[in-house]
């Protein structure tokens, strides 16, 4: 089992920044793949990033060049860095943790609200 709860979510203008954090606890972390998803009203959640625990990244076409997943293993963290923000990036953003070799082992965390206004 995982826990995780994320951090840093708020309100801001168009081209502004935000880093959203995410805490884990329970499990091993090196272990779990960790991501970043999204889910704005009336839409499906949707990936925004994903790093495995050796660094490697993914990103959706729609955040490249503007946001930045990282991952501190000693403190069971990650972090997205998001720049340059736009209204179409306000959703609830979640934290997810899945296993990287074990098959239901995916968890998430409660969400975080970004708003960015125009």
């Known amino acids: 089992q995982v826990q995780l709860v994320e951090s840093g979510g708020g309100l801001v203008q168009a081209g502004g920044s935000l880093r959203l954090s995410c805490a884990a606890s329970?499990?091993?972390?090196?272990?779990?793949?960790m991501g970043w998803y999204r889910q704005a009203p009336g839409n499906q959640r949707e990936l925004v990033a994903t790093i495995t625990s050796g660094g490697d990244t993914n990103y959706a076409d729609s955040v490249k060049g503007r946001f930045t997943i990282s991952r501190d293993n000693a403190k069971n963290t990650v972090y997205l860095q998001m720049n340059s923000l736009k209204p179409e990036d306000t959703a609830v953003y979640y934290c997810?943790?899945?296993?990287?070799?074990?098959?239901?082992?995916?968890?998430w965390g409660q969400g975080t609200q970004v708003t960015v206004s125009s």
């Open positions: 329970g499990s091993i972390f090196r272990d779990y793949v």
């Open positions: 997810n943790a899945k296993h990287s070799r074990f098959t239901g082992f995916n968890f």
